[in-house]
């Protein structure tokens, strides 16, 4: 129900019909790199334990971004991340968000928020302890919304950055940049989505923007 598929129902003339609320996917639980973990169909992790929600490569204003180099896709890539990010918060009520990097598609990103998301985000900054990682997209355009930015940020000994590091780590971490996706087959059909992807040591997260693509693991 996210991505370009979404951003379709935009577009639609008329009143919206009335519909029943949408129960949330249930989330998997598994042990990653250290971490007790929650992982939410959405892309977003969250750590009990810690009180802590982890989501990765928001890349927003990636729409705007595409529109000053004359590619048009539609505007709505920000609004439909950011509600969604807005909902799981509520959902998981959490002290801490840790946002992996890639926050916005370009460093000019936060210039060119709509009043309305620009006050999404510092309504989350504001109530959270909200950690903005630097990734290699958005530099540190992120710290202007409130929130702090740091190159990595470690927690109960899990190390949280943007790129993953090279060959095995010394500690657990929890990475993103990558944007893995998994494919099945279910009746017949071939089913892609977003995915988690670790085992004990290491833990790289999908992306949680509208717009972003996967790379699949396979």
């Known amino acids: 129900g996210y991505g370009m598929a979404a951003m379709g129902a935009f577009s639609l003339p008329g009143p919206r019909p009335q519909r029943e609320p949408r129960r949330r996917p249930i989330a998997a639980t598994a042990?990653?790199?250290?971490?007790?973990?929650?992982?939410?169909a959405t892309g977003a992790l969250y750590w009990a334990a810690e009180r802590t929600l982890v989501v990765s490569d928001l890349h927003?204003?990636?729409?705007?971004?595409?529109a000053r180099r004359g590619q048009m896709l539609p505007?709505?890539?920000?609004?439909?991340?950011?509600?969604?990010?807005?909902?799981?918060?509520?959902?998981?009520?959490?002290r801490r968000i840790v946002a992996?990097?890639?926050?916005?598609h370009d460093p000019f990103g936060p210039e060119r928020l709509a009043e309305r998301e620009r006050d999404t985000l510092l309504a989350l900054t504001a109530a959270h302890?909200?950690?903005?990682?630097?990734?290699?997209?958005?530099?540190a355009a992120a710290e202007v919304l409130g929130g702090r930015a740091v190159e990595t940020y470690t927690l109960a000994g899990v190390t949280?950055?943007?790129?993953p590091t090279e060959g095995r780590p010394d500690a657990p971490e929890v990475a993103g940049h990558l944007h893995p996706a998994a494919t099945i087959e279910v009746r017949g059909r071939a089913i892609r989505r977003r995915a988690f992807i670790g085992c004990g040591r290491r833990l790289v997260m999908p992306a949680f923007g509208a717009l972003t693509g996967g790379l699949d693991f396979s």
């Open 60 to 66: 927003l204003e990636t729409g705007s971004s595409y």
């Open 100 to 104: 992996l990097g890639d926050s916005f």
């Open 129 to 139: 302890d909200f950690v903005w990682i630097i990734g290699n997209h958005d530099r």
């Open 75 to 94: 505007p709505y890539d920000t609004a439909i991340t950011l509600a969604r990010l807005a909902e799981t918060v509520r959902h998981y009520a959490p």
């Open 160 to 163: 949280f950055r943007h790129i």
């Open 31 to 40: 042990t990653l790199a250290g971490i007790e973990a929650t992982l939410d």
